[in-house]
């Protein structure tokens, strides 16, 4: 009887043993199913913002670097309006109408132009020799200093923005930075990646791709549609399936490969019409978004609050030029967020 149960004991032991592995190979294989680079689609808009809150620039291609995108000699949201004497930066949440001023760089001149065509043209050159530091105040009161452009450029934003003491600063990597992008475990349920971008202006980290996908199931609930570039992101994807950005654990472009890192929470500035500079007056997108994409109840809630999510932000892990049209490939992580 004794060594019947001895039998018994090692038959179920036995068991056990085969049913774990057979289970562990099968995982390992879904897993390395799971993190293989899948084409997910195309590149349809590339756009970046040198002075930010202001007027986007669209081109066909664009460098992926560590501090962001860059093409030519512009740099995304390389340039700061901030407030004179408090250092409080300025943006189209507040000022919507500087959605609309202009910024054109060529040969180390910078060109700001507001809708009325008034223009001011900066020598960057000489902007660094003067090298007026001033210290810009971003969002949780981070600081971060710049290069002051002048009197002439102030004169033209405060007029146009009917806003006293303006200023238009100038990132420079030799000056103090106190806001890197540090990333927090609280970002998503998976586990998030351990990262400290040092970034310009932007209000967090390097890079903010959207989808068309996603912007398509949002337009199916709204009574007037609504477009990417209200969302102000650096890469638009095509051809892929609504919120798959929330999946992604990493995306690559021809050589450039980003590493994604946040959902992207929006704020009331997607309200804001880049053509026009006004204010929606029903709150929309924002306010449908909060119907729908919050993010799910636990610690991403408490992280995240009432700021619904559209989109994902990334930061860089091997540099490379993109361009519109090329295949995205994404590798996944096990769920979304």
Same mark, same amino acid.
């Given at each position: 009887?004794?060594?019947?149960?001895?039998?018994?004991?090692?038959?179920?032991?036995?068991?056990?043993?085969?049913?774990?592995?057979?289970?562990?190979?099968?995982?390992?294989?879904?897993?390395?199913?799971?993190?293989?680079?899948?084409?997910?689609?195309?590149?349809?808009?590339?756009?970046?913002?040198?002075?930010?809150?202001?007027?986007?620039?669209?081109?066909?291609?664009?460098?992926?670097?560590?501090?962001?995108?860059?093409?030519?000699?512009?740099?995304?949201?390389?340039?700061?309006?901030?407030?004179?004497?408090?250092?409080?930066?300025?943006?189209?949440?507040?000022?919507?109408?500087?959605?609309?001023?202009?910024?054109?760089?060529?040969?180390?001149?910078?060109?700001?132009?507001?809708?009325?065509?008034?223009?001011? &043209? @900066?020598?960057? *050159?000489?902007?660094?020799?003067?090298?007026?530091?001033? %210290?810009? $105040? =971003?969002?949780?009161?981070?600081?971060?200093?710049?290069?002051?452009?002048?009197?002439?450029?102030?004169?033209?934003?405060?007029?146009?923005?009917?806003?006293?003491?303006?200023?238009?600063?100038?990132?420079?990597?030799?000056?103090?930075?106190?806001?890197?992008?540090?990333?927090?475990?609280?970002?998503?349920?998976?586990?998030?990646?351990?990262?400290?971008?040092?970034?310009?202006?932007?209000?967090?980290?390097?890079?903010?791709?959207?989808?068309?996908?996603?912007?398509?199931?949002?337009?199916?609930?709204?009574?007037?549609?609504?477009?990417?570039?209200?969302?102000?992101?650096?890469?638009?994807?095509?051809?892929?399936?609504?919120?798959?950005?929330?999946?992604?654990?990493?995306? &690559? @472009?021809?050589? *450039?490969?980003?590493?994604?890192?946040?959902?992207?929470? %929006?704020? $009331? =500035?997607?309200?804001?019409?880049?053509?026009?500079?006004?204010?929606?007056?029903?709150?929309?997108?924002?306010?449908?978004?909060?119907?729908?994409?919050?993010?799910?109840?636990?610690?991403?809630?408490?992280?995240?609050?009432?700021?619904?999510?559209?989109?994902?932000?990334?930061?860089?892990?091997?540099?490379?030029?993109?361009?519109?049209?090329?295949?995205?490939?994404?590798?996944?992580?096990?769920?979304?967020?």
């Amino acid at each position: 009887m004794i060594l019947d149960d001895k039998r018994l004991l090692l038959a179920c032991i036995g068991g056990t043993v085969v049913t774990y592995n057979a289970f562990r190979i099968l995982k390992s294989l879904y897993d390395s199913q799971r993190t293989e680079w899948v084409p997910i689609g195309t590149v349809k808009h590339l756009w970046m913002y040198p002075i930010k809150s202001c007027k986007r620039k669209e081109v066909f291609s664009l460098h992926c670097g560590p501090l962001g995108v860059s093409f030519g000699e512009y740099q995304d949201r390389e340039f700061l309006v901030i407030n004179g004497t408090t250092g409080k930066f300025l943006t189209a949440r507040q000022f919507p109408k500087m959605i609309l001023i202009e910024s054109e760089m060529s040969d180390g001149v910078l060109t700001v132009t507001t809708p009325e065509g008034k223009s001011v &043209r @900066i020598e960057l *050159a000489q902007v660094i020799a003067k090298r007026d530091v001033k %210290r810009g $105040i =971003l969002h949780a009161n981070l600081k971060a200093d710049g290069l002051d452009c002048g009197d002439e450029v102030s004169e033209l934003i405060s007029a146009f923005l009917a806003e006293p003491d303006t200023r238009l600063i100038y990132y420079r990597p030799n000056l103090f930075n106190g806001r890197p992008c540090k990333t927090e475990q609280e970002w998503w349920n998976n586990p998030v990646p351990r990262r400290n971008d040092t970034v310009m202006y932007v209000d967090l980290a390097p890079y903010m791709i959207t989808t068309e996908g996603s912007l398509k199931a949002l337009n199916e609930q709204l009574d007037r549609p609504t477009t990417s570039l209200n969302f102000r992101g650096n890469i638009v994807v095509d051809q892929c399936a609504a919120w798959d950005e929330d999946k992604w654990a990493e995306i &690559r @472009i021809g050589d *450039a490969h980003l590493e994604c890192f946040k959902p992207c929470t %929006r704020c $009331i =500035l997607t309200t804001v019409d880049p053509e026009t500079g006004v204010k929606d007056p029903d709150m929309q997108p924002l306010k449908k978004l909060r119907e729908f994409r919050l993010a799910p109840e636990g610690k991403l809630r408490d992280a995240h609050g009432q700021s619904p999510i559209f989109g994902v932000n990334a930061g860089l892990l091997k540099p490379g030029y993109i361009h519109v049209g090329q295949t995205v490939y994404a590798k996944y992580k096990p769920s979304a967020y």
